[in-house]
Every structure is written in structure tokens, then in C-alpha cells.
């Protein structure tokens, strides 16, 4: 008998909002927030979690940009609650990483994983696959942050993929290392 068809993989993405005035607070907030929501979805198995540390663009939103100390709170009070080999990876920028207070390395925050975004060109690709590997050399060392080669890769946020605008990603894992990454989710 058959088990079926495999469920898609998912990962739960918290964007980090600094909202207190001291550090620590808004991560824990972020955190506590984003938990009841991972609840309220089924919970965390089976899912890669994700936190977002990136400055917010527009100058009447700088404010809610996280701090070092809010990635840090959250990720400490989220993987409290998860079992110790479940992945947690940080989505962030090189320049966002390493401009203003520099976060360090990315273990300081209790991962090796990482999602870097860093987009090639800010125009629409018709031919994501295509592009991506016209440039796939350039992008995966040239900027590493917080001492981590990325496992993801945002190269663009305006590919054409099945008649939709969407991000395109790329992931440097083999297939069975993908696998055994989502496996420790579960």
C-alpha cells in the first residue's frame, strides 16, 4: 500500500518588527506572536521556520527595522520551544547584516542556515531559470554574511513563473541533502 503523495514542504517566515524599546522585548513579542500563529496552522513539525531580518525600505518605516537584539531574543525563545534539531534559518541581506551594527555570525543566533536576498537586477525576468543561470557563479560567494554560504538564494522578486510576478529562489543542497534538511523539521 501506497503512502500516498508526499505533503509540500512549507516553511512558517516571521517578519521581524522592532516595536519596543528595548531590544530583547520586540523579539520576544515577534516570537510569542508568531508561535500562537505556527499553532493555529498545525504547529511547527514538518516546517522549516524562518525570521526575516531585514530594514524596512520606506524612511517612514526605518523604525520598525529589528535589531540584533530582537533577532536574538526571537530565535531564542522560538527554538526553546522546538526540538534542538529542528532547522531555524535567518532571511536577511548582506547589508543589512554587516551595514550599521553588524551582526556577527549567525551562530550567534542559533543557526548555520541561511537565505540571503540579493537581488541581481530590480526589473521583471520573463525567464527565471534561464537568468538565474547566467549568473548563478556571481551570486552564491559574493556576498556571505554572518559567516554562513547561504542555502538560499533570492535572486530576483519579479520572475514570471506560470503567469504569476513571484520571488525566485535558488537552493545550493543536493536533492538528498534538501531531504534530509526537511527531514529534521519533522
Not at 520576544?28 to 521556520?49: M, Q, T, W, Y
Not at 525600505?57 to 536574538?72: A, D, R
Request: charged share 25%; glycine share 12%.
Amino acid at each position: 500500500m501506497s503512502a500516498g503523495p508526499r505533503p509540500p514542504a512549507v516553511g512558517l517566515y516571521a517578519y521581524l518588527v522592532e516595536s519596543f524599546a528595548a531590544e530583547g522585548k520586540s523579539g520576544r513579542a515577534n516570537a510569542e506572536h508568531f508561535l500562537k500563529r505556527v499553532d493555529s496552522v498545525g504547529g511547527p513539525e514538518g516546517r522549516l521556520i524562518i525570521s526575516d531580518f531585514e530594514e524596512y525600505p520606506s524612511t517612514k518605516y526605518k523604525f520598525l527595522s529589528p535589531t540584533n537584539g530582537n533577532l536574538e531574543a526571537f530565535g531564542d525563545f522560538v527554538k526553546n520551544r522546538l526540538d534542538p534539531n529542528h532547522p531555524y534559518m535567518i532571511y536577511s541581506t548582506h547589508g543589512y547584516w554587516t551595514g550599521g551594527k553588524p551582526s556577527g555570525p549567525v551562530e550567534r543566533y542559533g543557526t548555520k542556515l541561511t537565505w540571503d536576498a540579493q537581488l541581481a537586477k530590480d526589473e521583471f525576468v520573463p525567464h527565471p531559470r534561464a537568468y538565474y543561470h547566467k549568473m548563478e557563479r556571481w551570486g552564491w560567494h559574493d556576498s556571505v554574511w554572518g559567516g554562513a554560504v547561504p542555502i538560499y538564494w533570492q535572486f530576483t522578486w519579479k520572475g514570471h513563473v506560470g503567469g504569476l510576478n513571484l520571488d525566485c529562489d535558488a537552493c545550493r543542497l543536493s536533492r538528498e541533502e534538501h531531504r534530509a534538511l526537511w527531514k529534521r523539521a519533522g
